[in-house]
């Protein structure tokens, strides 16, 4: 469970909110932007919010102490300094003259290409809005969250998710929607872990590297419209085949732009390709299991929930595998202490 209590405790004295996110896993993905200043997305994305991989974020107004802190303690370097730099934005967005601060907490590894930046970005999001007594709607909210970090646009909404990249300069069509509950198609997510340490390109900077200088970004940015429209015919279908089908050609497809980049980026460790190989194992003794790959060395696997146990057992014994998080489809972002600042 979340440590809320922890982040929340003890601070009557303040204003201040605290949300719940849950992670997302891209199956048509986020590669490149359109404006790095915006977090404007290059393509359009679909994802499915996952219930295992939590944040929750309390964000007060005016506290002192540090801007930035995780499970209490501050947290410096770039990442601080990114996370003031949204706290800033948000409020200024927001009309207030705040100053906010925030100290999360997740349910598992950070900046380790397990999507935390998406669940920390969108309960921060969400918590600064309830903080300071604003009304957002959800779309409104996914622009806020996007600004922190664009997959955050996604976690604001439960289960199969739609990031629309728009077209206009501010940005204000670039937002998520909702395209399907996450109640209505039962399935399951495992993520194998390859690495349990940091990542050591972050996204942001490696989709800046690879649009400027990988001669493969263009085939992919042409390639994605046809991926989403299929992606979405096959969600609506319930089409686990299809899904994990065009979820794997197109992890593979953002990952080839990486090794195209000069100097190429690598995400992958010896143990990412063995974890794909067993799921194609897996599949051919007639299990329903399709890979994905982000922005990190873990390999997240869909699957038929009636597989998972078998999936599980059988990426957990792959070389170099330390654990196997599972997970399912999860709900949209809460606010568990706080006015809710939307309808
Ligand atoms: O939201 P960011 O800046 O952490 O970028 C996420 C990029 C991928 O995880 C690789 C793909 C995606 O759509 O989530």
């Known amino acids: 469970m979340p440590d809320t209590a922890h982040v ?28 790095s200043e915006k977090n404007l997305p290059a393509v359009g994305s679909i994802s499915l919010t996952l219930s295992g991989l939590v944040a929750t974020a309390r964000v007060e107004v005016d506290s002192r102490g540090a801007r930035f802190r995780s ?10 300094e990114r996370m003031t730099g949204f706290l800033d934005w948000l409020a200024e967005r927001l009309g207030v003259e705040a100053r906010f601060c925030t100290d999360v907490a997740a349910t598992f590894p950070v900046g380790a290409g397990l999507a935390s930046s998406a669940a920390i970005h969108c ?5 600064a809005s309830s903080a300071c007594g604003a009304r957002v709607g959800l779309r409104e909210l996914s622009r806020l969250a996007r600004v922190g970090s664009g997959s955050a646009a996604r976690s604001v909404y439960g289960g199969w998710v739609e990031w629309h990249r728009g077209t206009r300069d501010d940005g204000e069509d670039s937002d998520a929607e909702q395209l399907h509950s996450e109640d209505v198609w039962p399935v399951a997510l495992l993520v194998a872990v390859a690495e349990e340490g940091k990542k050591d390109v972050p996204s942001r900077d490696a989709m800046e590297h690879v649009t400027a200088t990988s001669p493969l970004f263009a085939g992919w940015v ?13 969600i609506a279908a319930r089409d686990l085949r299809a899904v994990g089908t065009i979820a794997e050609e197109n992890c593979l497809r953002m990952h080839a732009t990486c090794l195209a980049a000069r100097p190429p980026v690598f995400y992958w460790t010896p143990a990412t390709l063995a974890a794909i190989q067993r799921v194609r194992e897996l599949r051919g003794s007639g299990c329903d299991a399709y890979f994905t790959i982000d922005a990190g060395p873990q390999v997240k696997v869909v699957c038929a929930p009636q597989d998972a146990d078998a999936v599980a057992e059988g990426l957990a014994t792959v070389p170099g595998i330390s654990r196997v998080l599972r997970s399912g489809a999860g709900p949209g972002v809460e606010i568990t202490d706080g006015a809710i600042p939307w309808r």
């Open 8 to 35: 929340a405790g003890g601070r009557d004295s303040v204003m201040g909110a605290t949300a719940r996110a849950g992670a997302n896993v891209a199956l048509v993905k986020y590669w490149g932007k359109r404006s």
């Open 71 to 80: 499970r209490g303690e501050p947290v410096d370097g770039v990442a601080g």
């Open 123 to 127: 309960a921060v999001a969400a918590a």
């Open 222 to 234: 042409a390639a994605q419209d046809g991926d989403l429209e299929a992606m979405r015919r096959a």
